[in-house]
């Protein structure tokens, strides 16, 4: 039985996002004031792990390197060391038309790191998704996006969905684990209006897809098939995204935010938790093939 949701601290966050366990614990950012968050095992304040001078989006920790992060932020993706000491590893959406900034990002269980971008006026079909080999090259991979969020990838990285959170569209496209190339792309879910629209989203270990709604005050766990399996309702306007972890991996942690609400709630902008029935396995880490610059 999952439970109601409930806050994990009392920090209310403009812009919560890209909530991941990483096996010991959870990270979340302050995205619009480039911060990485920790939260502690037991309810309490958020704690300051780093700070840059870009929006951060979202991190995947880097293997074998404890304390640094590779991170969709700014205009690109960056390795980020303690203290924030950033190191550009390609800035692709400095050469795009308009104002874009980097959303979400996270690690494949192959190893390699995808971030999302958007335009920040929402232009439509602005967006792009970036894949960073072993070898640290960045490499644009879609585009025609709007709002990427999430991806999200199955337990054997053979899988992965995408959102397009202005559009409602979750897609879902078939990975090669070996050399990170996607397949064609099927649609997996259209998420009607009313309802919100998708953002955050992960993968339990059976399979379903739990997403987080964007203006739609709940999050959803999805099966393989598309069929809605459970609806988690929130009192918070705008989640944003969600993990699963703890020392089982059965509690779904949930981001959400105040930014653009003209009389937020007191509990917009929290991180929520709620144990649910089907466990989900850590964040992936960013495995480079390569030294990582000093």
């Known amino acids: 039985m999952t439970e109601h949701p409930v806050p994990a601290a009392p920090d209310r966050l403009e812009l919560g996002d890209g909530s991941r366990w990483t096996g010991d614990r959870l ?7 480039g911060r990485l968050l920790t939260a502690p095992a037991e309810p309490g304040p958020l704690t300051e792990l780093l700070r840059v001078d870009e929006p951060l989006g979202a991190v995947a920790p880097v293997a074998g390197h404890r304390g640094r992060w590779i991170a969709a932020a ?37 190893g390699r790191f995808w971030a999302g971008s958007a335009a920040h006026d929402g232009t439509p079909g602005a967006g792009s998704l ?34 397009d959170t202005a559009a409602g569209l979750v897609r879902r496209y078939p990975v ?17 209006a009313d309802e919100g629209g998708p953002d955050g989203m992960t993968v339990d270990r059976e399979g379903g897809l739990w997403v987080a709604l964007w203006g739609g005050a709940a999050v959803h ?12 309702p929130l009192p ?18 949930i981001t959400s935010a105040t930014t653009g ?31 990582l610059p000093a």
Do not use: I, K
């Open 74 to 110: 700014g205009c690109g993706v960056a390795l980020l060391g303690p203290g924030g000491a950033t190191t550009w590893l390609a800035r692709p959406e400095e050469d795009t038309q308009g104002r874009s900034r980097m959303n979400d990002g996270v690690a494949d269980p192959g």
């Open 130 to 163: 970036y894949r960073v080999d072993h070898d640290l090259t960045v490499h644009r991979v879609l585009d025609g996006v709007t709002v990427a969020g999430g991806p999200a990838f199955t337990p054997d990285g053979r899988l992965m969905y995408l959102a």
């Open 236 to 253: 918070a306007r705008q989640p944003t995204s969600v993990c699963l972890g703890g020392a089982d991996g059965h509690v779904l942690h």
């Open 27 to 33: 990270v979340l950012v302050d995205l619009d004031a």
């Open 261 to 291: 609400l003209d009389a937020p709630t007191p509990e917009d902008g929290a991180l929520f938790t709620a144990r649910v029935p089907v466990p989900g396995p850590p964040t992936s880490a960013f495995r480079p093939s390569v030294p």
């Open 221 to 232: 766990r999805y099966l393989p098939d598309g069929t809605l399996d459970h609806a988690l």
């Open 176 to 192: 090669d684990p070996d050399s990170g190339e996607l397949g064609v792309p099927e649609p997996f879910l259209t998420v009607p």
